[in-house]
T-cell receptor, first 115, second 113 residues
Framework: AQSVTQPDIHITVSEGASLELRCNYS??????LFWYVQSPGQGLQLLLK??????LVQGIKGFEAEFKRSQSSFNLRKPSVHWSDAAEYFC?????????????FGTGTRLTIIP | EAGVAQSPRYKIIEKRQSVAFWCNPI?????LYWYQQILGQGPKLLIQ????????DSQLPKDRFSAERLKGVDSTLKIQPAKLEDSAVYLC???????????FGSGTRLTVV
């Protein structure tokens, strides 16, 4: 069965500093990989996704993520965070050709930005 | 295009009562999902529809939860009777086809007391 681990429950960074959120997955092959952001009281918004090809993926709001097969990781990065980036971030995996399009989510990382 | 609409936004009920949530997906989206997000956890798929047929309901507690998608458009998720552990945000999502192109609604926050 597929699973996702986000080892950091809560991260605090200063505005303008760089950010890296960690994500490790467990799956028998290369899954589809996603990062979503959730602001309080809102649904999930897709930041970026990896299906195949270039392992460095660019997303919205200046985010990028790198797929590393050898480490089973898909870490999210941003070179300079803004106060509006404060939110909950979820990494998710989707199976290839499993008969459904279920997303399996990690437990999330809450990002706090300090001035 | 309009987003995924869900109602109500909030609901508070007593245990053993019943409750229903409604979802209107984006027009033309054939695939519809219901996820349960318990506080401190990531969302978990309850059921996936393709038009008005069920693709996957393996994680739906069928003794108390039911869902339908009549005419392949709107969907309703029902809990009867509710338990304290059902307190969660219930997220609806839709996609044009079975392509992981999810758009999520804002969710319904259920509190069971």
């Amino acid at each position: 069965a597929q699973s996702v681990t986000q080892p950091d429950i809560h991260i605090t960074v200063s505005e303008g500093a760089s950010l890296e959120l960690r994500c490790n997955y467990s799956y028998g092959a290369t899954p589809y990989l996603f990062w979503y952001v959730q602001s309080p009281g809102q649904g999930l918004q897709l930041l970026l996704k990896y299906f195949s090809g270039d392992t460095l993926v660019q997303g919205i709001k200046g985010f990028e993520a790198e797929f590393k097969r050898s480490q089973s990781s898909f870490n999210l990065r941003k070179p300079s965070v803004h106060w509006s980036d404060a939110a909950e971030y979820f990494c998710a995996v989707g199976a290839r050709n499993f008969g459904n399009e279920k997303l399996t989510f990690g437990t999330g990382t809450r990002l706090t930005i300090i001035p | 295009e309009a987003g995924v609409a869900q109602s109500p936004r909030y609901k508070i009920i007593e245990k053993r009562q019943s409750v229903a949530f409604w979802c209107n997906p984006i027009s033309g989206h054939a695939t519809l999902y219901w996820y349960q997000q318990i506080l401190g956890q990531g969302p978990k798929l309850l059921i996936q529809f393709q038009n008005n047929g069920v693709v996957d309901d393996s994680q739906l507690p069928k003794d108390r939860f039911s869902a339908e998608r009549l005419k392949g458009v709107d969907s309703t998720l029902k809990i009867q009777p509710a338990k304290l552990e059902d307190s969660a945000v219930y997220l609806c999502a839709s996609s044009r086809d079975r392509d992981y192109g999810y758009t999520f609604g804002s969710g319904t926050r259920l509190t069971v007391v």
